[in-house]
């Protein structure tokens, strides 16, 4: 499917996601489908949680035990295919990579959106964290319905 259409199925989509018990706490969602030579991921963890082996043409895996979702590789991945997630009283809060304006604010209602760019629900703005070395990528923090987990990549300003 994602070859036809650029948009991952279901089952490659869950296979990035680790069990639910594990995102109790925060834990980096490495949605990297295809072999390229690219590695920033890798070398902006400090915690060494994500690794390509072999070569760097091969996705990169998150050793789940060793990620401490501190988000550090989200604004690292020059194709935003990062972010980071977590389940929290009926929420999945997010860590999303943001480049465009509006910048969102604070407390903010956005719309929530999916990999076909399609709005599913309402994104709660909780922080946005914008500093020099992020070189204009922001890292939102947003939280979403628990039920949406699977579905929500993105958000979307609703002006």
Known sequence: MLN???????????????????????????????????????????????????????????LVDKCTGCALCVPSCPGLAIVVAQLKENQAIFKVPYEFLPMPKVGEQWHGVNRKGEVICEAKINHVLLTNKQDHTAVVTVSVPESYLYEFVTIRSKS
């Open 4 to 62: 036809q259409t650029g948009i991952p199925s279901k089952e490659q989509v869950d296979s990035r996601f680790p069990e639910k018990k594990a995102l109790l706490k925060p834990k980096a969602i490495l949605e990297c489908y295809e072999d390229i030579p690219c590695n920033p991921c890798q070398t902006s963890c400090p915690f060494e949680a994500i690794m390509i082996v072999d070569n760097i043409n091969t996705q990169p895996k998150l």
